[in-house]
């Protein structure tokens, strides 16, 4: 059985279904566990795939094609997954980097992601190739659910995130003011940004600061603005100016122009659709905009949609996507017309 895995937050798991469903209304999905379902795509995963990784759907932070088999105990599932292995690796450049990432699911059936890791790995060294975990070039992915294992390896650029299931982390850093920062720092990697270093960033909803934080730390000038405090360790940082106000009363002059503005609001997202609107004046011609968008409701698509047409207004939507930092909000790029 041919398909994909395709991995969703369990909170919007249905959003993302249904996008799919809008995309390829003739293929069947199955719910596999929390946050997780699979497409059959029979013979055309290769089509499909590539059209997914073309326009990501918002809510599928993962995914990776798979061969499915039914399986009862670990050795079975190890031996049959090592036997695929065998003979799909001659495929793969040798010397490639290439990491093990196995999930079980609600799983009835006991056995360790570990001990598979550990026999896949021990393959991949006799036959030449470097067993790796970060920053692989290619992903053996193995998901067993209920009494199926579902296996593939491709390159990591296919499967939209080189995380297990997208769940990206970062480390903390001591002087680190705030957590909020991983979601930039997220939207950065998965949409391969390029923020300019020496440019003029406008950070609106900024305290207590960590994506202010990051900015400075990637060379740019910042002008931070909230109704609350920045984290007192942010008051003497070089090129940053801060105002305490409510993005409600923001006027700049038009010549103050920022080649980057970030919005991180805990705010009604018509009305964050609305002061971004407000402020393209303000953003040099190609010019980016990283933005959350905080979803009220049970049923996330409409608004949406409503935010990306209001949008639709100087700026092309580049990327949209429920990151594994996001809970109930998406993080929109933007990029002014040129
Ligand atoms: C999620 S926090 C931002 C976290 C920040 N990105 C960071 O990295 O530390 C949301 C911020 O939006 C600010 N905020 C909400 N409504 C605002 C408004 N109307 N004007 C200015 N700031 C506002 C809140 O005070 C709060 O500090």
């Given at each position: 059985m041919q398909g994909i895995?395709?991995?969703?937050?369990e909170e919007f798991l249905a959003a993302a279904m249904e996008e799919v469903q809008r995309e390829f209304p003739q293929l069947g999905q199955e719910v596999l566990g929390p946050g997780l379902f699979w497409l059959q795509t029979g013979a055309e995963w290769e089509q499909v795939q590539t059209q997914l990784i073309d326009s990501p759907p918002i809510f599928v932070r993962h995914m990776h094609a798979a061969t499915a088999w039914p399986v009862s105990n670990e050795p079975e599932l190890i031996a049959s997954v090592v036997q695929h292995l065998e003979t799909d690796l001659p495929r793969v450049p040798r010397g490639a980097s290439i990491a093990v990432q196995a999930r079980a699911i609600n799983s009835s059936l006991a056995?360790?992601?570990?001990d598979l890791k550990a026999r896949?790995?021990?393959?991949?060294?006799?036959q030449g190739y470097q067993p790796a975990i970060k920053d692989p070039e290619w992903v053996i992915s193995v998901t067993q659910a209920r009494q199926q294992v579902y296996y593939g390896l491709a390159e990591a650029a296919r499967n939209l995130s080189d995380w297990t299931g997208g769940?990206?982390?970062?480390?903390?850093?001591?002087?680190?003011?705030?957590?909020?920062k991983f979601k930039l720092l997220e939207a950065i990697v998965r949409f391969n940004l390029d923020l300019p270093p020496g440019g003029k960033a406008?950070?609106?909803?900024?305290?207590?600061?960590?994506?202010?934080?990051?900015?400075?730390?990637?060379?740019?000038?910042?002008?931070?603005?909230?109704?609350?405090?920045?984290?007192?360790?942010?008051?003497?940082?070089?090129?940053?100016?801060?105002?305490?106000?409510?993005?409600?009363?923001?006027?700049?002059?038009?010549s103050e122009q920022f080649d980057l503005i970030t919005c991180d609001m805990s705010w009604d997202p018509i009305f964050?659709?609305?002061?971004?609107?407000?402020?393209?004046?303000?953003?040099?011609?190609?010019?980016?905009?990283?933005?959350?968008?905080?979803?009220?409701?049970?049923k996330p698509l409409p608004t949406i949609q409503r935010v990306?047409?209001?949008l639709d207004n100087g700026l092309t939507v580049c990327h949209a996507q429920h990151l594994w930092h996001n809970r109930q909000e998406i993080t929109l790029h933007l990029r002014k017309h040129s």
């Open positions: 895995v395709l991995t969703a937050s056995w360790q992601p570990r896949c790995d021990n393959v991949l060294c006799q769940m990206i982390h970062f480390r903390k850093e001591a002087g680190d003011v705030s957590r909020a406008l950070d609106l909803g900024a305290a207590p600061g960590g994506w202010t934080q990051e900015l400075l730390a990637r060379g740019l000038q910042v002008v931070a603005v909230d109704t609350g405090e920045l984290d007192p360790r942010l008051q003497h940082a070089k090129c940053l100016q801060f105002l305490q106000a409510n993005v409600k009363n923001l006027r700049f002059a038009s964050t659709a609305k002061l971004i609107n407000g402020l393209v004046a303000n953003l040099r011609s190609g010019g980016q905009v990283i933005m959350t968008v905080k979803l009220m409701g049970k990306l047409t209001m």
